[in-house]
């Protein structure tokens, strides 16, 4: 009788936890800005001109579409727009995110980092900065905010640095 009892409490317990909200956790590898502009088939400046989410065809997941209208190209070109998905977004009353995928607002001006892979952005949050006035901020991850202005660099030092590694040059070391 003891043993039944355990054994219904045991399934009784795991039946519950189904119903408990989980978080997924993944692991983005650190990438220096070098790192970065290695991977990348394309780096730009734009601004997010419109988003769209959408379910993908098993409907099991939401994934958002990002248009951008590309102010410069600091390596490859693709044209005055560019689309690209990213994990995450929200359609009707269902919101999906994903921690290692920045999100984005229309209306945002950013520098990009992107390859030509399932998930464009290069080093995944890695791959986005947010510009505001003169200055780069690194996207945090699953968030809109930039993250501390101490990490912040100035746009035309970034866009330099760029340059100079497509070029096949080596930065200074501090």
């Known amino acids: ?68 209208l590309v ?28 921690s290692e995928a920045p999100n984005f607002q229309v209306g945002e001006n950013v520098f990009l980092y992107l390859k030509q892979e399932d998930c464009r952005l290069a080093g995944w949050y890695q791959g986005k900065y947010i510009i505001e006035g003169d200055m780069a901020y690194p996207a945090g991850p699953g968030c809109t905010e930039k993250l501390s202005a101490d990490l912040a660099i100035p746009l035309e030092d970034l866009k330099q640095e760029v340059r100079i590694l497509v070029a096949g040059g080596s930065l200074p070391s501090n």
């Open 1 to 68: 009788m003891l043993k039944r009892i355990f054994t219904l409490t045991g399934i009784l317990v795991l039946g519950a936890m189904m119903f408990l909200p989980a978080t997924a956790q993944g692991l983005v590898i650190t990438k220096e800005r070098p790192q970065l502009v290695q991977e990348s088939t394309t780096i730009l400046t734009g601004q997010v001109t419109a988003l769209r989410s959408f379910w993908n065809k098993g409907h099991e997941r939401i994934y958002t579409e990002v248009t951008v």
């Open 71 to 98: 102010h410069e190209y600091l390596k490859g070109n693709e044209g005055s727009l560019i689309k690209f998905t990213v994990p995450g977004g929200t359609v009707e009353d269902i919101s999906m995110t994903m």
